[in-house]
């Protein structure tokens, strides 16, 4: 069963975007067009081109905004500010979602590669806000981006997680390579599985997978 993988967890670590919400609602591609916007304008490319480049730093430095720091000394404030200046309208409360992350033993975090109050906003607008004890944004690990293995010490040294009774949630399952090696319990939280042997369990059904933990 499911649950006894979960029985010595006390420390859950949540990504934010197409994790907490459903990647049907495409909240995200709001932001991938107003990156593409931001890059445009930094590098005078055409959309096509600049669309291009966004997706190549995402791939090579983890975020867009790791590549633009990078090779084009962006401020990154201003950078998180204006990408995720976009309209919540798609999301929609979830009470009940709200009541199992609620009811896990231990601590609750979100951890994103966005920044801490965009996630801020997305819980809000999810009604998930009063089930975590904090948020965690790309700022409060130096912008260093997930997957890098110090962004998540960082994160974890800040916050107190203890990795040998942690567990992490994540729809890229690049993001859970670093978390397995340091010993927790990975969940990739997408429509597909991902190959790999640091990811241990799988789900397309949030509510779903964390009804059965508890």
């Known amino acids: 069963m ?11 670590v949540f990504d934010l975007d197409n994790t907490l919400y459903s990647p049907a ?12 916007e931001f890059v445009m304008r930094v590098t005078g490319h ?13 791939q090579d430095h983890g975020t867009t905004l790791a590549g633009l720091m990078a090779h084009h000394e962006v401020d990154p404030d201003a950078y998180l500010v204006e990408v995720h200046d976009i309209s919540f309208d798609a999301l929609t409360p979830d009470p009940h979602l709200a009541r199992l992350i609620t009811a896990l033993p231990g601590r609750k975090i979100v951890y994103t590669n966005g920044s801490a109050p965009y996630a801020a906003r997305v819980l809000e607008a999810r009604g998930l806000e009063a089930a975590f004890d904090a948020i965690y944004g790309v700022e409060d690990a130096g912008f260093l981006p997930k997957p890098q293995p110090e962004a998540f010490a960082r994160i974890f040294a800040r916050d107190g997680t203890d990795a040998a009774t942690a567990a992490m949630f994540e729809d890229d399952p690049r993001n859970l390579a670093a978390p397995h090696a340091l010993g927790m319990r990975t ?10 042997d640091h990811i241990h369990h799988h789900t397309d059904d949030l509510p779903d997978f964390l009804r059965r933990l508890g």
């Open 2 to 12: 499911v649950k006894q993988h979960f029985s010595h967890v006390r420390h859950w």
């Open 25 to 36: 609602v495409r909240l995200f591609d709001q932001i991938e067009r107003r990156m593409t």
């Open 46 to 58: 055409a959309e096509a081109e600049a669309s291009a480049l966004r997706l190549r730093y995402w």
């Open 187 to 196: 969940v990739h939280v997408a429509p597909a599985r991902a190959p790999g």
